[in-house]
């Protein structure tokens, strides 16, 4: 069973409604976590459905009014499709900023099956809880600057809070290795933050922990994971962990000048 391309972006939600408090509007819904405010998953609208020029600019009121009045810089994210290009331009028209990326969507149904995760020396996989906060965030901020430092911190203290995401680390004769998130929603699991430290890389600890994720979906009796991402040349890593690609939508981030 493969979801829709409207079921994957509703799916898509998920990984943001678990790390923010989203209220729900005609048009999609707007998130807001005042605690992590430099956040921008944590603090956009999002619009879930076809609007025109005119619907695009009253939402951009909405979202500068509502975002100014807690001290947060507005943005407006859609994805294309189902909306169509050609908004950008009304965007900027309005003084808003925009930046456009293509997305790749994998899907992994559980009825596919799975292979067994190649021997890794050293390594141990282990759900985490919010007292290993520090050693996940040590693999996703290697290199970080000083302020995605501090946004992340409070994206995992969220995601270990969270009785919907399932947190794994890999160590490495006990050292943390690699991290990444699974947020279930609907029979499915987003498989978020995928991070491997640079030491430790292409010893294949990525499909080790791809692998436990797919054994965990199994277990608990969902239909299967599905992951987001934008970085080159990944297909064929993902491929090999049987994450079928199913479509390159383009995700169009809009944010308020001066915001």
Request: net charge negative; glycine share 10%; charged share 25%.
């Amino acid at each position: 069973m493969t979801p829709t391309i409207g079921e994957l972006l509703r799916l898509q939600r998920a990984y943001y409604e678990a790390i923010s408090t989203w209220e729900r509007h005609p048009w999609g819904v707007i998130g807001l976590n005042v605690r992590n405010p430099d956040s921008h998953d944590s603090n956009h609208a999002y619009i879930d459905r076809q609007v025109d020029a005119v619907e695009l600019a009253e939402i951009l009121r909405h979202a500068a009014a509502y975002y100014g009045t807690k001290g947060i810089g507005p943005r407006v994210r859609y994805h294309i499709p189902p909306n169509s290009e050609g908004l950008e331009g009304h965007a900027r028209a309005a003084g808003w900023s925009v930046h456009i990326e293509q997305e790749t969507w994998r899907v992994w149904p559980t009825d596919d099956g799975r292979e067994k995760a190649p021997e890794v020396p050293g390594l141990a996989l282990s759900l985490s809880s919010s007292g290993e906060r520090e050693e996940l965030l040590a693999v996703c901020n290697e290199g970080a600057d000083e302020s995605t430092v501090y946004r992340r911190a409070g994206v995992w203290a969220t995601l270990l809070a969270s009785d919907a995401v399932d947190c794994l680390i890999a160590r490495v004769e006990g050292e943390p290795a690699g991290g990444l998130a699974c947020v279930w929603r609907d029979g499915w699991g987003s498989i978020e933050q995928v991070e491997t430290r640079e030491a430790y890389r292409r010893r294949g600890i990525c499909t080790a922990m791809i692998r436990f994720m797919q054994a965990r979906a199994a277990s608990r009796g969902e239909k299967g994971l599905y992951l987001y991402d934008t970085i080159d040349n990944a297909d064929r890593i993902y491929a090999r962990e049987g994450l079928r690609l199913v479509a390159r939508p383009y995700q169009v981030h809009l944010w308020h000048e001066g915001g």
